[in-house]
Nanobody, 115 residues
């Protein structure tokens, strides 16, 4: 499974960004799709994921601010990020888990929240 992320960039605190991840496989045949992030000097952490069933999970630090969604027809997953904070600055990675199970990662997209 190949993954291509887009939508990162520089935004001011309180602003919004939407990340997109395009998958080379049908996402309705995958166990889950999601987003992780890694800030300098920190471990990679879960931001959000959406499972085959449609159930979603979010990291505690983004609950109420970020929303994950998918478009099965386009084989895409999105991350809408609102009320961004400087501590959201990180490289964001798209992740896919299959039923095999196997894990696949995108190349990452930089999100910088700064005035």
């Amino acid at each position: 499974v190949q993954l291509v992320e887009s939508g990162g960039g520089l935004v001011q605190p309180g602003g919004s960004l939407r990340l997109s991840c395009a998958a080379s496989s049908r996402i309705d045949q995958l166990y889950s799709m999601g987003w992780f992030r890694q800030a300098p000097g920190k471990q990679r952490e879960l931001v959000a994921n959406i499972r085959h069933s449609g159930e979603t999970s979010y990291g505690d630090s983004v609950k109420g601010r970020f929303t994950i969604s998918r478009d099965s027809a386009e084989n895409r997953v999105y991350l809408q990020m609102d009320s961004l904070k400087p501590e959201d600055t990180a490289v964001y990675y798209c992740n896919v888990a299959t039923f095999t199970p196997s894990n696949y990662w995108g190349q990452g997209t930089q999100v910088t929240v700064s005035a």
